[in-house]
Nanobody, 116 residues
Framework: QVHLVESGGGLVQPGGSLRLSCVAS????????LGWYRQAPGKQRELVAH???????NYGDSVKGRFTLSTDSAKNTVYLQMNSLKPEDTAVYYC??????????WGQGTQVTVSS
């Protein structure tokens, strides 16, 4: 099973920025899809951004224009750059991958809190 480790979460003021990182235990080219989800207290887990089969990146409506997903295959890492953060972005952010055999893995999550 693929092992994913997230980092970069923390406390930030509204309007601030954070960059999350997710390091995978194997080459990210092995994955059919990779991306980020988030879950706020009392809410369902929702898509933030993901890229499928090396194609276009899809973003959740609430983060379009503010968040950017990128990858570094040499480091087996996927990033989430988050700008213009809002209190409603507060959540635990999870890295997720699906491989070509239909399997998937989740990271342990990293807390992002946006508050003044």
């Amino acid at each position: 099973q693929v092992h994913l480790v997230e980092s970069g979460g923390g406390l930030v003021q509204p309007g601030g920025s954070l960059r999350l990182s997710c390091v995978a235990s194997e080459n990210i080219f092995n994955f059919y899809s990779l991306g980020w989800y988030r879950q706020a207290p009392g809410k369902q887990r929702e898509l933030v951004a993901h890229i499928i089969n090396g194609g276009n990146t899809n973003y959740g409506d609430s983060v379009k224009g503010r968040f950017t997903l990128s990858t570094d295959s040499a480091k087996n890492t996927v990033y989430l750059q988050m700008n213009s953060l809002k209190p409603e972005d507060t959540a635990v952010y999870y890295c997720h991958i699906n491989d070509y055999s239909g399997g998937g893995s989740w990271g342990q999550g990293t807390q992002v809190t946006v508050s003044s």
